[in-house]
């Protein structure tokens, strides 16, 4: 018997759980399935655990903030269903899914994908080494763990999650051998035309200021204007290569590196859907067009949250809820005044959310060399393909990036693209002289997450086909 | 690479790396626990045999693939520790017959 | 595939060629293509279309070699025959009468396939656990595979190293003949004179053909396929639904489907085609899944190929099959001859596409 619901949420981050908590509150039939083992997505991470923790003071109210959301979700009437992975979704809509080795198809007439964002892929030599990790994976580690790292670490990277990490991590007792702040120079100077607009996040921007305050009274040494750096080692990273502004190179020792290059929306299942995208050029990447109501271009998909665009954990909130009652509206369980009702004072405070944003985008634009890495840099880390390869295979005839993965085989690999996708393209680009968005993207097919033979063979369709 | 802020004390969990035992709290993922391990690496490439560790903890670069509890090429930062767990790091292309 | 094959075997005598190739997103057969060299079963009820495809494989090694050899692309060719399972008694019974006609239908050529029962099956895969209800096997002598897109690969490179042109992003959309002879081709905003073209572009044909007079009918057929994480060599021989990749990967296809124009998947196949896997290697339960994806097969009525010339407009040809794997040595060396001839030799004339106007019977 497949199970049916009005509504489907795929992921338990702020915005999941925000819509979850409205839909439910609108008399909705809700699923809400989540591939990690608790609810939170990646900002609130593990919170019912760790909010209580010191592990939790020290991350901060703004994390601490997600478990009265969390527990709000867990009453709301919605089902939950944790460690299940979505690996398809067909048009009914049908959501294909799999727990413990069992997959089962789910009816729903509404899907929302709140499946957040994901740290952009920041190539460099060295990057596959065990040893570095994104900062992202190091304040999840953080969170789920209690975890930090034992030696002074290496940072290289900017942002505001650079910041906060670094932040908490000496908050813990750990150690910053240094930091190579890959932000362009100026940064206060280019985000000042945003700055009226931002405003009203005057307390954002406190203690972003206050932040930075911390590391300077901290004295962690600062490394601004680097040229280049690398990741070196046999096995495992050892050492960290850097050419500093004035030309020099340094290698030091160095056991972790922890990389950013901001955040992007995760737009591997609206591409799989055929959703229609916009190209942010602020942001280089690729986010899928919504209407007011979270709606994409796919009848009864809808995004939520960072999904559709950086907004951070209290603008997904916003989304989510708006979200929920988009679906509402559509299902005819509210009418469109009522609707409007409710999403008024949302609306209003979605924009108080998002006033920062061109500010921050102004200040910590994605670092340009990660978009035309060194012939030698690994950019298909699945395939274990370089910079070099993808640059020969684009020599002959004009190829795109689907002609470029039968060529080399790069985004072939379990990670179908998430980590190549946006460097291939930009290698693309520059060797066709032509605007990245220009260029394309991989098709995305299914499975969105592998699932093994025996899980789909045992899936109670298809026996009617020839 | 990484250690612990707090002990579990009394609510350790065990759980056997490459047959190693290892501790762990409740709620951590087997990725969080390789990563204090003396290497970090749970498998080596299918394609050209290199060590990869966790990258993202997330979900979205596929480094963390290690057989657990029997089931292969699962992503370790996904899932939670469970007392008593196997976990197998993998070498390269991994076989399906044994 | 069948283009490149064409124009890498043209360009080989000096003759200078140029390839417009369509979109990235376009519909491209060859992505879908399973990588099979094969004999075995092909053109039952067509004997010329049999003896081509004997052909063609015999010409294979060459060719690979010679492809390698020139580009230094390896193609991972392998020729130590191909299975086709059978899954109980009545299939590997009726396999085994199909193609004892098939044979007869080309009685001067010494079969080139053999029955096998689940013992000799075994004994020719040691070491591979089939599954409880896999009977037998079909084994054909001359069958093989290769990487598809590694062979696309080279002969592209191939045909530029000659001193060809590839261009792509130009989809053709027009081709119009001119007084003097000879055709201007029109792509994007680009135009292109020669005295000679060869439409090999799949499905897109039956919109090229017709402004040549080359009016052949075509219908697309979805097949849908899928591949599988790398995996320790577990299966050495390719068999018609299932093989292993050089590099580890297990390819395991494909549908057949007429459902138009839509190259999307279903899980519904997906499910289907791991029933079917799973019959043969029971073990494949464990492996996981990476990509499944689909194309458009390029079918004419009777499935077989068609080559040939304009009548109303000598110089501009076409060329159109679904095996352009197994027939590229066969496109890329006798006929790519014919072609750079302007004369198609005798023993091809069954490919004409005329055999289809249902008119000209008598």
Known sequence: MTRKYDLTIIGSGPAGMSAAIRASGLGLNVLVVDEQPAPGGQIWRAVEAVADTRTGELLGDEYRAGQDVAQAFRHCGAEYQ??????????GWHIYMSQAQKAEIVQAD????????QERPAPFPGWTLPGVMTVGAAQITLKVSHQIPTEPVWIAGSGPLVLLYMTQLLKAGGKIAGWLDTAPANSWRRGMPHFLAAMGSWRDMRKGYQWIKGLQAANVPIHRGVRQFSAEGEGRMTHLVYES???????????????????VP??????????????LPDQACLAPNVDSWGQTSQAGVFAAGDATGIGGARAALVRGEIAAIGVALRLGKINEQEADRLALPLRGKLAKELAIRPMLDAMYPPDQRVFQPSDDTIVCRCEELTAGDIRAAAKVGKPGPNQIKSLTRAGMGPCQGRQCGYTIAHILAAEQKCDVREVGFYRIRPPLKPLTLGELASLDIGDDLP | MFHQLTDSGAQALTLTIDGERVTASPGETVASVLLRQESPVARSTPVHGNPRAPYCMMGVCFDCLATVDGVASTQTCLVAVRDGMTVERQHGKRSITA | MIGAAIAYGLSGNGARVLVLDGGDTDFRAAKANFGLVWVQGKGCGNPAYQR????????????ADQLTDETGIRLDYESKGGLNFCVGASELEARGARLTQ????????APCTRMLDRGELEALLPGVRLGDNVSGASFGATDGHVNPLRLLAAMQKGLVQRGSVLLGNQPVDRIVPLSQGGFSVHAREQRYDAAQIIIAAGLGSSALGPMVGLDVPLRPQRGQLMVTERLAPLLPLPASGIRQTDEGTVMIGLTQEDVGFDISTTSAAAAQMSRHALQVLPDLARARLIRQWSCLRIMTPDGCPVYAESADYPGAWVALCHSGVTLASFHAGPLADCLRNARLDSRLNFFHHERFDVSSID
């Not at chain 1, 944790?82 to 048009?91: A, R």
């Not at chain 1, 995760?266 to 190209?279: A, G, V």
């Not at chain 3, 081509?52 to 060719?63: N, Q, T």
């Open chain 1, 82 to 91: 944790p460690n299940t992975q979505v690996w398809q979704l067909e048009p």
């Open chain 1, 110 to 117: 509404n899907v929302l994908l709140a499946t957040g964002a």
């Open chain 3, 102 to 109: 098939w044979h007869r239908e080309v009685p001067d050529l």
């Open chain 3, 52 to 63: 081509l495809s004997h052909e063609a494989a015999g010409l294979w090694p060459a060719f």
């Open chain 1, 266 to 279: 995760s737009i591997h299942m609206t591409r799989s859907l055929d959703c229609t995208h916009t190209w």
């Open chain 1, 245 to 263: 502004s004035d030309g020099a190179s340094h290698r030091v020792p160095a056991r972790l590196l922890l990389v950013h290059e901001g955040v």
